[in-house]
Nanobody, 119 residues
Framework: QVQFKESGGGLVQPGGSLTLSCEIS????????AAWYRQAPGKTRELVAE???????TYADSVRGRFAISRDFARNMMTLFMHSLTPEDTATYYC?????????????WGQGTQVTVSS
């Protein structure tokens, strides 16, 4: 089964920025939507941002205007640029792709990458 790998998390002060990366093959990125999710302690996993097959992006209300999702076919990579971070953004972030026919997730959840926003 395909497995995606997240990286780029860390500790950042409120108001700071961080960039997350996810290794996804060009083939999967080109054929399917891909997305970032996050799960904070004691909370359910939530969708943060999604990029469609055609390249259009959507965001959760809580991050719209602060986060930006992008993909790079040449580097087999999906990226989440995060700006103006707040403590409420603290969570483990995961990436995944969604089957273009069914919308189901293509992979089980990986390790994720931890983002901690704290002064």
């Amino acid at each position: 089964q395909v497995q995606f790998k997240e990286s780029g998390g860390g500790l950042v002060q409120p108001g700071g920025s961080l960039t997350l990366s996810c290794e996804i093959s060009e083939e999967i990125l080109a054929r399917n939507a891909a997305a970032w999710y996050r799960q904070a302690p004691g909370k359910t996993r939530e969708l943060v941002a999604e990029i469609s097959r055609g390249g259009s992006d959507t965001y959760a209300d809580s991050v719209r205007g602060r986060f930006a999702i992008s993909r790079d076919f040449a580097r087999n990579m999906m990226t989440l640029f995060m700006h103006s971070l707040t403590p409420e953004d603290t969570a483990t972030y995961y990436c995944n792709a969604l089957d273009w026919r069914t919308g189901t997730l293509l992979s089980s959840w990986g390790q994720g990458t931890q983002v901690t926003v704290s002064s």
